[in-house]
């Protein structure tokens, strides 16, 4: 079994990435709106520009720094916008309703879903009845009708990239033909047992698993017949091992399955549950399906290679003493 040492990569954040961009093009494109604002004594306007790039930028450095930036968004952003927005109305009719237009872009593109609702409904509620207040009557209608359609048509659009984005990392993080995880997440949920086990002293045990001769079915079966008895020991272990606990095919024959609060007597019982159930299975027509399985508890100050190395040398040794066999 190979050791996996490079860290995980993880798709980048949606809307962190696009908090990052408008508060950049903010800065480029509000700042001169702003000082031009006090240049022409127009001092509310210049106040409120500078306000939200303000916060636009302090959203883009929590975000830099790996922060939640949505609450600033919601409960700073938000009220700076609209406020803005509600004066702009008031004082530049057509002109301060063109605002409304990124803003409402915006709410969607930098906020989770319910909290974008929630900014674009305080922002329709408040910029409707001002439109309607400071624009003739068919002028506020189009400004309504348009503005409705665009929240509409953004919430449409990044529904569908944030679904997209779920679905490819799912497909990243999943074995495709036993459906269980590869080895991706591997390194941070072995990093995660470890540490919690740290804090709480709850016992931690790897159980790896190597399918006896496998390459031997191939060679006389085929890939297909492989393939075949891969899915059904993946099946068993989604079906044995506990939701709490995590399952990981590692490639080829491999498995791995990450036992969490359990010590290695436990560890043992449950491997030898899984060599039985394995033997058990009547996977090919003509010959049994056996696993050879190692066992190895979490130690205080282990590092996770160690500790899957420990898994490994015992598994090889379960290999070397006859196979279809547990060895801790």
Not at 205 to 223: E, M, P, W, Y
Not at 234 to 247: E, F, N, Q, T
């Amino acid at each position: 079994m190979t050791l996996q040492t490079d860290k995980p990569g993880r798709a980048s954040d949606f809307r962190g990435k696009a908090t990052q961009g408008v508060a950049l093009a903010a800065l480029v494109l509000l700042t001169p709106f702003s000082l031009n604002n006090f240049y022409q004594g127009r001092y509310i306007l210049g106040a409120g520009s500078l306000a939200i790039v303000a916060i636009l930028a302090a959203s883009a450095w929590g975000v830099s720094r790996g922060r939640d930036y949505s609450s600033l968004t919601l409960l700073g952003l938000v009220p700076a916008v609209v406020f803005f927005l509600a004066f702009a109305l008031r004082k530049q009719g057509i002109i301060g309703a063109l605002w409304c237009y990124p803003a409402v872009i915006s709410f969607y593109f930098m906020l989770p879903e319910r909290k974008a609702w929630i900014a674009n409904a305080v922002l329709l509620a408040v910029a409707l009845p001002q439109a309607w207040g400071a624009l003739e009557a068919p002028l506020a209608a189009r400004v309504a009708a348009t503005l409705l359609a665009v929240s509409a048509f953004s919430a449409i659009f990044v529904r569908v990239i944030i679904d997209q984005q779920r679905r490819l990392e799912a497909q990243a993080i999943t074995d495709p033909l036993t459906g269980l995880s590869n080895r991706t997440t591997l390194r941070a949920a072995l990093e995660q047992a470890i540490q919690q086990s740290s804090r709480t002293r709850t016992p931690m045990t790897l159980v790896a698993l190597d399918l006896d001769r496998f390459k031997s079915i191939n060679d006389s079966l085929g890939h297909d017949a492989g393939d075949s008895v891969l899915r059904a020991v993946g099946d068993l272990l989604h079906r044995r091992i506990r939701r709490a606990d995590k399952v990981f095919r590692l490639g080829g024959e491999e498995f791995l399955a990450l036992l969490y609060g359990t010590n290695e007597e436990n560890g043992r019982r449950v491997a030898e549950e899984l060599r039985g159930a394995v033997a058990s299975l009547a996977l090919l027509p003509d010959r049994p399906v056996t696993v050879s399985i190692g066992v190895a508890t979490l130690r205080p100050d282990e590092s996770w290679i160690e500790w899957m190395k420990r898994s490994d040398e015992n598994l090889y040794r379960a290999k070397a003493s006859g196979r279809d066999r547990v060895a801790a």
